[in-house]
């Protein structure tokens, strides 16, 4: 009888011991901490204003702490934070409360997303849901990680780390697809692990709070219909477009990407350009004079004449330059934002291609923007007016700047990409990305989107007046050409071409160009309009001419070969600044011949042949000596003939280097089948930069002439201001051509392009700004 108890006894405790290690069936949301997860969180409902509010008022607490706050600032900070308490009040919130709990609601919070569930270390569990493949251990271990929803990890934010699980897998997971559905069943173990794997097109973090040592792993096929974000699996497994998916598809514009941030109050938007500048002037004087720098009284003379200006505008000068850090960093805030709620969602966007990647023939990833020669020909837009597209499939070329329609998931990634230009490259900072296959022509015909682009005030924020206008006359160009392409009626062909003119033509007076090249020219060297007309049309055709030469047969011909564009012309401007030296140094040796010569004609001329006045250009003689020999000295005339092609030669030198607005508008040509009209519009700018050209030769000329007609034919200093005039002329070209070389040469190898050209007032690199 005892016996048979004692089996019985035996067999209850098998069978309790084997029911025990039933494996339990648990979902993600069991792996937290039931514990950790609740408590009080005041801040969890305040909605996205009233956070805000919250925020500014811990800024402006800050900020009134300083001591040395001018009282007219302080005042404005107190207003601003009591309206801001007032907000929260109304809405039932104690201001006091909020902010001493902060710290230790956020350590609530960290707690919550890494403390794991007690109950359930080392227990047996099955545990469904999406498999992403891992490199195998130093140990030869296979592992993989558990997720709950597809596309976590990659183009979705990671899940906390008490809902990531590592699983030790038997067999290799590399060969399987990512994000399999499977139903894994083993040992849970409370094991972080912190690995960085590599997910379809980049790197995750991978911070684990699970372990779980897996029995068996079964696929459930069950579990690809059960969720709309499946879409996403689909496409990177089977190939099924994203338009797929259940999700509706939402339109937006290029503003919706761009968050509602209010900057506080920025004065300076108030102010007129002459405003600005006394501001500016008078702060840096100021800022000389706190650094012990001895003030010039011409300085002096302009810091008194910019304070009393701005005073009798009742303008508060120190107020503003007191604010200006905070509004410089309000508006790199507003340049950063993003509009969170666009995160995830199905979105449909118009905007233009600026290629980056390749693979084969095709481009594999691009970066969309709002408006033709972002990046290139004007400053490059906020973070949050671009997107980084990436194509799994990959696209046909469709050259710069071609419009399209782009529909996907977007995400908030922040990152860096480098565009490569036509004359370097740039690194861009990127606020969006989106991976998608589903890209189609945009046609202004069926929607006027891109005619709408407005580009924002914060993309302008450190850039000049210029890059500025720059930026407003190329989105001019984008609606003129795209009502081209998509009209093609003649009033929208001579729009274009009278845009193109202007565009020239104003264009041309900005920085570059090789103005001061030209000036320093015929400063030195003098000649007649004629040769002043000349020379602008040959710098405005040559300058057109390389652009069309670099497009047509450049661009398209490695396209052809390689289906990526040419990533740099820096050997052009090399060649160009090489060029302009060593006429520089001709010149300016052959102008210490004709001073030295003149000198010796000084000494020794006696009789009526006297040459001391005489300036062997005849300038002042209103008849265009400057093509034949009117010269009794022979060394001068020598010298007159050695000189005589240096002008063409120049202006080669100077036009060689490609016109990026030229550029622009051809590279949109050949990427909409537009190629004869934007020769057309090339011309027009060509015909606007000749005219601009030639009265800047003009001007140079008719000053030279305005001086020596001070002097008379005979008076000796004539003689010597020629000298002096020739050699300073040759001394700047050969200085300018120096600079300009040193600087390009020492920057060949860091292929980057400053978003700011380098300051060398009109002398800036020839043709890199356009």
Not at 86 to 93: C, F, K, S
Not at 194 to 199: R, V, Y
Not at 517 to 522: E, G
Not at 580 to 600: D, P, W, Y
């Amino acid at each position: 009888m005892r016996f048979l108890r004692f089996v019985f006894a035996v067999a209850a405790i098998l069978a309790a011991t084997r029911a025990s290690a039933a494996p339990e069936e648990i979902e993600f949301s069991d792996l937290a901490d039931p514990l950790a997860v609740v408590f009080d969180d005041p801040y969890r409902d305040m909605g996205f204003q009233l956070l805000n509010e919250l925020k500014l008022i811990l800024q402006v607490g800050e900020k009134l702490s300083q001591n040395d706050l001018p009282e007219e600032q302080r005042a404005r900070f107190e207003t601003r934070r009591t309206a801001a308490k007032d907000m929260l009040e109304i809405n039932g919130y104690d201001v006091d409360e909020l902010l001493s709990q902060r710290w230790e609601v956020a350590k609530k919070r960290r707690v919550a997303l890494i403390a794991t569930n007690p109950a359930l270390d080392k227990a047996e569990v099955t545990l469904a849901g999406y498999l992403i493949p891992a490199p195998q251990a130093a140990d030869g271990t296979y592992y993989g990680y558990l997720v709950s929803q597809v596309g976590m990890c990659s183009h979705l934010p990671p899940p906390p780390p008490n809902e990531l699980v590592r699983v030790k897998l038997k067999e290799d997971p590399q060969g399987q697809s990512l994000y399999v559905p499977v139903q894994v069943t083993g040992l849970l173990r409370v094991e972080p692990s912190d690995a960085t794997i590599f997910i379809l097109d980049g790197e995750s973090h991978m911070f684990s709070g699970w372990t779980l040592d897996a029995n068996t792993v079964d696929q459930r096929e069950d579990l690809r219909d059960d969720s709309a974000v499946n879409a996403f699996h689909q496409t990177f497994t089977n190939g099924i477009d994203l338009a797929a998916s259940t999700e509706k598809v939402q339109p937006i514009t290029w503003r919706n990407l761009v968050p509602q941030v209010e900057i506080d109050s920025d004065p300076f938007l108030e102010l007129t350009s002459d405003q600005k500048l006394d501001l500016v002037i008078a702060s840096r004087i100021r800022e000389l004079q706190s650094a012990g720098v001895d003030i010039t009284p011409e300085q002096m003379e302009k810091l008194t004449g910019a304070v009393k200006r701005l005073e009798e505008d009742d303008i508060d000068m120190d107020g503003l330059i007191a604010l200006r850090g905070e509004i410089v960093a309000q508006r790199a805030h507003a340049m950063a934002a993003v509009n969170g709620t666009l995160n995830g969602k199905q979105v449909r966007l118009a905007g233009y291609v600026l290629p980056l990647g390749t693979g084969g023939q095709k481009i594999t990833e691009f970066l969309l923007v709002p408006w033709v020669g972002a990046c290139i020909h004007t400053p490059p837009p906020p973070p949050n007016q671009m997107i980084h597209i990436s194509v799994p499939g990959g696209m046909d070329p469709r050259g710069q700047f071609s419009p399209v329609w782009i529909e996907g998931t977007v995400e908030v990634k922040p990152a860096s990409y480098d565009l490569f230009l036509v004359d370097g490259s740039m690194q861009v900072k990127v606020a969006y990305t989106m991976v998608t296959d589903v890209i189609s022509d945009y046609s202004a015909a069926d929607s006027d989107d891109l005619a709408k682009v407005e580009i924002p005030e914060s993309a302008f924020a450190g850039h000049s007046w210029f890059q500025i206008a720059q930026a407003k006359v190329s989105l001019i160009f984008t609606r003129a050409m795209s009502g081209l392409r998509d009209d093609g009626s003649s009033k929208a062909f001579w729009f274009a071409i009278l845009v193109a003119f202007g565009y020239g033509l104003v264009h041309t007076l900005g920085p570059g160009h090789g103005k001061a090249v030209v000036i320093s020219y015929f400063v030195g060297d003098g000649g007649s309009l004629r040769k002043g007309f000349k020379m602008g049309v040959l710098i405005a055709v040559f300058h057109v001419l390389s652009s069309i030469i670099v497009v047509l047969v450049a661009d398209f011909a490695l396209r052809q070969a390689t289906g990526q564009a040419p990533s740099d012309y820096r050997a052009i401007r090399l060649g160009s600044y090489a060029l302009i030296m060593a006429i520089g140094a001709v010149m300016l040796r052959s102008a210490i011949q004709a001073s030295r010569q003149s000198q010796k004609s000084l000494e020794s001329e006696t009789g009526d042949h006297a040459h001391a006045g005489h300036d062997h250009h005849h300038e002042n003689h209103g008849n265009n000596h400057d093509d034949h020999a009117h010269h009794d000295c022979l060394a001068c005339s020598a010298l007159e003939k050695k000189k005589k092609g240096a002008g063409t030669w120049l202006a080669l030198a100077v036009g060689v280097v490609p016109c990026t607005g030229a550029l622009l508008v051809l590279l949109f040509g050949v990427a909409n089948d537009l190629l004869f009209p934007a020769i057309l519009m090339v011309a027009a700018i060509s015909a606007g930069m000749a005219l601009a050209m030639s009265g800047i030769g003009v001007l140079a000329i008719l000053g030279r002439r305005v001086a020596f007609r001070r002097m008379q034919a005979d008076d000796p200093r004539r003689a010597r201001f020629t000298s002096g005039l020739r050699i300073t002329g040759a001394a700047c070209v050969l200085l300018i051509g120096t600079l300009l070389f040193g600087l390009t040469y020492s920057n060949a190898s860091q292929l980057t392009v400053p978003t700011q050209s380098p300051s060398l007032g009109d002398s800036q690199t020839l043709g890199q700004n356009g």
